[in-house]
């Protein structure tokens, strides 16, 4: 289309100039309106409706016997309370109850040769019983992940060692039973595990402990038919539990933030941190949903403890989430409600680009900085909550108050990993 005659050059140069100065404003304009929304979010969350939360959740599981583990009565008081709360807020809540299976280790053991290693008990393994199981060692070269690298080793009544990778824990230890080995080893490529696993199904046939690197190197110094002891004495049980999980913003499956905490209050090593994150978590959630974000955003009341982890591994394999490094897990801990001291798990880098969870470490600092709150920084796979969402290609960042020093349980830092998770949830999502 020709433009009009009475346009000249320098009055249309001045037109482009005018655009390019209101699209300039208007980027500005819709980034200073996100951290305002942040920070208007990071404010509104109140101490005294938090600490009316908890007093009502700590009572909920006292009248209902005390004890508050996933399955309990006061775990089932105290969800049934927080789905209340969220739905009276507009949000939308799953607590289906689900069926798992949990798995806990009496005792894990390494002898080789009269020397203890430590070793990580594979979940789900096949017991050993107390006694454990004795055999030589079988190095294999390989990751093991071929029926005939078991056969041609001549791993019969032996334990084989075999390195991480190449296929799945399952297929290794099938390939290896029906070699007839009578225990595995897995070496790792680093350090020594904390929160590899395995799915329930099939059972295992062998038992399995992993190993650091290190001391895989270690093992193979010895040689071949060194004498070694494997000690796996574990249960595995049916749980019947629930989460609770509410939903915010648009119905997507693409970079979805999911800010998390574990619901399931004992064993912990002090149980008021654990009910006060989630009453924190609930007045964040709820104030969240006023702020109609334009992401979608979730909240998790896991039915996890400090020792399993069965709440939020249900959770991860019931999901549909596309884009996974562009979303995010933010795991909010509260060790201590005495605490003196904030952690920030910061995510690792994969590439160039920046994961989700990398821009939400970064916003999380970002706010503490602003508010003159020093912190830690540790990796983000020694968060507390940090679950099993790693495996799944979801990356964790997440924060903490740790550092039991003060004396007041209502110190300035207890609302601090509330507020600033509200901040980066709202600049992620608006």
Known sequence: MAMPASFSGRTMLAIVALLQISLLVAGCTSSTDSNQTAENLAASLDSAAIAQYADDIAGLIEKNGGASTPGSSGFDAAADYIATKLRSAGLAVDDKPFTASTDSANSVSLTVNGSDIPAYPMPFSKSSGQQGVTGRLVMLDSAGCDNDDYRTAGVRNAIVVVNRGGCSFHQKQSYAGRAEAAAMIIVSDGDLPTDWTMTPDPPAVLPMVAISREDGSRLRGMGEDANAVVVLDNVIRQLDSRN???????????????????????????????????????????????????????????????????????????????????????????????????????????????????????????????????????????????????????????????????????????????????????????
């Open 244 to 430: 609770v999980v509410a939903r915010t913003g648009p119905d997507s499956t693409e970079g979805v933030l999911i800010v998390g905490t574990s619901l399931g209050i004992g064993p912990q090593p002090n149980p008021a941190g654990a009910i006060y994150a989630a009453a924190a978590l609930i007045d964040l959630a709820t104030k969240f949903a006023k702020t109609k974000p334009s992401k979608p955003v979730v909240f998790g009341f896991w039915a996890d403890s400090a020792t399993d982890t069965t709440g939020s591994r249900h959770f991860i394999t019931s999901i549909a989430i596309d884009a996974r490094k562009e979303s995010a897990y933010l795991a909010m801990t509260i060790a201590d409600t005495r605490g003196t001291g904030i952690t920030v798990y910061d995510a690792p880098a994969q590439g160039e680009k920046l994961t989700g969870a990398q821009s939400v470490s970064t916003t999380l600092t970002d706010y503490l900085k602003a508010n003159d709150v020093s912190y830690r920084s540790a990796p983000a796979d020694e968060s507390p909550n940090a679950a099993g969402f790693p495996s799944t290609g979801i990356p964790v960042t997440g924060i903490a108050l740790t550092s039991a020093a003060a004396t007041d349980s209502r110190t300035p830092l207890l609302l601090t990993p509330a507020k600033a998770s509200a901040y980066a949830a709202a600049r992620w999502a608006n």
